[in-house]
């Protein structure tokens, strides 16, 4: 459950007494303290690293400042600013990740796991090629179309970049790694086909080695269900729009689904949460399942609606064995 | 094709000369001449009358101003703030619309149809909650979950007003009605089910007296396409994520489809353009379609690059009646 710290008052009073979240980002004691927060406040059952999309992004050539969100200095337009992107070498570039790892690791519960975070390929090019967030990422998709060939070189640096960055965390101890495709949704599927999944497909076979669990999470995509089965990670984390039972059938037997509560039932007095909730929870009865939101969590959900939902659902877990 | 008028010099040239884009929606004689920029310009087959999805909420009790999009100054969210809400009455609160309305149909070359414009009951209701536009509608969503009779109460208003809004549209001359959705893609297939179809369903029955098509468009729904069948329209405009193959199938024979051309491509090169576009076009040979883009044109893409995606779409419709 990523951002999950937002809505913890220690997340916020760590963050009131820094200027800029980038140091938080990138001081190892912090952002493993932060990544521990919600497995001792909120008992969720895996923690994820706290880190930013951007994150790779940054030594690679693409410099961004925080206000609120990443925006960066040089958008990514030309085949030339794509050429002059520079690999990744995770251990020199971003130690103070790795770091955080170790950290983390160090001080988790034995049962409860630590899960690796990376942006997906096109998710991290949809933002450099528009500098920043979008609402629709218009200016992506007319370079998919005008110039494919800078695309796929912009995607496959990319994919290189990701893979050794995820690489890194799981040799520093990450115990499974959750691709984040935030901005796939803006695709037609013939597009997802070509720009999102054969990326995909690679970060997952490149790890495969490693043998840690691979999640694979996109954002507003129920139009390439049957895609998602091809992607190779174990997991699909689906968002509140796709339908769970369609999920199920579309994507065979092979998958866990994790997901799917949209993150605006949190809003809503307790008894609504808990009746949605169990009924979400019916339709997985009997099927490996990792129940979560289908989105982030809203930074001002109440706490204790939080807490309500994860003890709901760890209830009837034990229920329903 | 909604908002070509941005791409227009003439449409920029006048937009430049009046301080608020207010005055252009406001004023007849400019709401007249912009809508018909389109025709004259670029010869599509339809005009679509220029005015704004917040257009009715205004003398419903809900000021807004443009910054740049609109901004509500007390956003709808409590029990009380819905019931304040007025009844419209269009000829008394919107008669620069309906006379706007007339000033088109006599400017409009007989063959060229005028198609009324009203944003659907969903997404006002959630431009209202939200007090302006949103990337998530996230406020609106949380109100569905918590507050139901609320939301529907709210959502029941809206919808007598749109009827309203459109009977007269088409009392004062449109020859056809397309009803917006662009924010009902924030919801789960459930909650479209229930906050959304509903409400399309009752504008759609209510106009079904006066004899004009029905268009309903929807931004971002494909996992709602099934219930899309259900609305009660002729038309269903698609946007560019939707596969018209499976909508064929989907939603069978009775009903005409639009659309859905990534408006992203029209930045690409001319050779690019023709060869998608034909690809799209071929896949509905054959069957009734109105070739369109899969959402508004974006504000600067080339002028030529426009007149090259009609010219080809007629010249297809030419060679394969």
């Known amino acids: 459950m990523r951002q999950a710290g937002r ?6 009073q760590l963050r009131a007494k820094h200027d800029s979240i980038l140091t938080l980002f ?7 303290q932060i990544t521990l927060m919600p497995v001792e406040l909120l008992e969720v059952d895996a923690a994820i690293l706290f880190t930013d999309l951007v994150t790779p992004l940054g030594p ?17 337009r030309t085949r030339q600013d794509v050429e002059r ?7 020199s570039d971003l130690p103070f990740v790795l770091e955080a790892v170790r950290l983390v690791r160090r001080g988790l519960p034995a049962q409860v796991p630590l899960i690796g975070y990376g942006g997906a390929p096109f998710t991290l090019a949809a933002w450099l090629v528009e500098g920043g967030t979008s609402k629709d990422f ?3 998709r007319a370079l998919l179309y005008s110039d494919p060939q800078t695309a796929h070189l912009l995607l496959d640096k990319l994919t290189e970049a990701l893979i050794a960055f995820l690489q890194a965390q799981i040799r520093a101890g990450a115990q499974a790694v959750q691709l984040f495709d935030t901005s796939a949704g803006v695709l037609s599927r013939e597009a997802f086909a070509q720009f999102a999944l054969p990326y995909v497909q690679r970060v997952c076979a490149a790890l495969a080695p490693l ?9 507003g995509v129920p139009h390439c269900l049957a895609l998602l089965a091809q992607t190779g990670a174990e997991v699909l984390s689906l968002d509140w729009r796709t339908d769970l039972a369609e999920a199920h059938r579309c994507l065979g037997q092979g998958l866990v689904l994790q997901g799917n509560l949209d993150p605006c039932l949190l809003y809503s007095p307790p008894d609504a949460i808990v009746r949605q909730l169990r009924r979400l929870l019916e339709t997985v009865r009997g099927r490996p399942h990792i129940f979560n939101l289908g989105h982030g969590l809203l930074p001002d959900v109440p706490f204790a609606n939080v807490r309500l939902f994860i003890d709901t659902v760890h209830r009837f877990s034990q229920e329903s064995p």
Chains 1, 2 share one sequence.
């Open 26 to 32: 990138q001081t190892p004691e912090l952002a493993a």
């Open 60 to 76: 690679m050539g693409c410099p961004y400042e925080y206000d609120p969100g990443p925006i960066f200095a040089r958008p990514v």
């Open 211 to 219: 043998g840690v669990p691979r999640l694979y999470f996109a954002l």
């Open 138 to 140: 218009s200016r992506c």
């Open 85 to 91: 992107l520079r690999p990744l070498d995770p251990e």
């Open 7 to 12: 809505i913890l008052p220690p997340y916020r």
